[in-house]
T-cell receptor, first 110, second 114 residues
Framework: LAKTTQPISMDSYEGQEVNITCSHNNIATNDYITWYQQFPSQGPRFIIQGYKTKVTNEVASLFIPADRKSSTLSLPRVSLSDTAVYYCLVGRSGYSTLTFGKGTMLLVSP | NAGVTQTPKFRVLKTGQSMTLLCAQDMNHEYMYWYRQDPGMGLRLIHYSVGEGTTAKGEVPDGYNVSRLKKQNFLLGLESAAPSQTSVYFC?????????????FGPGTRLTVT
């Protein structure tokens, strides 16, 4: 399984755009990149998945360069409620398990 | 749909006591998982199941046992609790075929072993 590296923590202010980058140098051809969000005292929840270029949904955008060795989760105009831990995972749908790692703690301040 | 539910939400055990955590899902998912989460450690996989009657070890299986007698339920047992098992336990489930790698998580069980 591809190993991922992401910042331990990030700070932002309300209304700003936040970009969290994840490095996955040994990603395999068939691997997808998936991001989860975890609020305090709750289980993680899926927010977005992509293979290449750009994916956007109502929550976030995911940017993946051509070499796929990294990816960037973009949260537009964050609010206090976006304070959470964000996990980057890499793997195939056929995998039974994926490793969550420690994630990035995003703190949004007023 | 209730999604993934966990019972109990909180529990305090004395060292050496046993208990069973229950996870139930009503989404007809094939795969189910048990994780533990400790401060600063992220989520670590304890055991998982790829279908009724099957179980497999994850990253940190020692001290735990599991059973998947029914597709909708996944039980996590602690035979002789130790203080090192103080943690928050999350259950999750997912569909097998295709689609994004999306696990649905329960609300968690906070366990304290004294």
């Amino acid at each position: 399984l591809a190993k991922t590296t992401q910042p331990i923590s990030m700070d932002s202010y309300e209304g700003q755009e936040v970009n969290i980058t994840c490095s996955h140098n040994n990603i395999a051809t068939n691997d997808y990149i998936t991001w989860y969000q975890q609020f305090p005292s709750q289980g993680p929840r899926f927010i977005i998945q992509g293979y290449k270029t750009k994916v956007t949904n109502e929550v976030a955008s995911l940017f993946i360069p051509a070499d796929r060795k990294s990816s960037t989760l973009s949260l537009p105009r964050v609010s206090l409620s976006d304070t959470a831990v964000y996990y980057c995972l890499v793997g195939r749908s056929g995998y039974s398990t994926l490793t969550f790692g420690k994630g990035t703690m995003l703190l949004v301040s007023p | 749909n209730a999604g993934v539910t966990q019972t109990p939400k909180f529990r305090v055990l004395k060292t050496g006591q046993s208990m069973t955590l229950l996870c139930a899902q009503d989404m007809n998912h094939e795969y189910m998982y048990w994780y533990r989460q400790d401060p600063g450690m992220g989520l670590r996989l304890i055991h998982y199941s790829v279908g009724e009657g099957t179980t497999a070890k994850g990253e940190v299986p020692d001290g735990y046992n599991v059973s998947r007698l029914k597709k909708q339920n996944f039980l996590l047992g602690l035979e002789s609790a130790a203080p090192s098992q103080t943690s928050v336990y999350f259950c999750a489930s997912r569909l097998v075929a295709g689609g994004p790698y999306e696990q649905y998580f329960g609300p968690g069980t906070r366990l304290t072993v004294t």
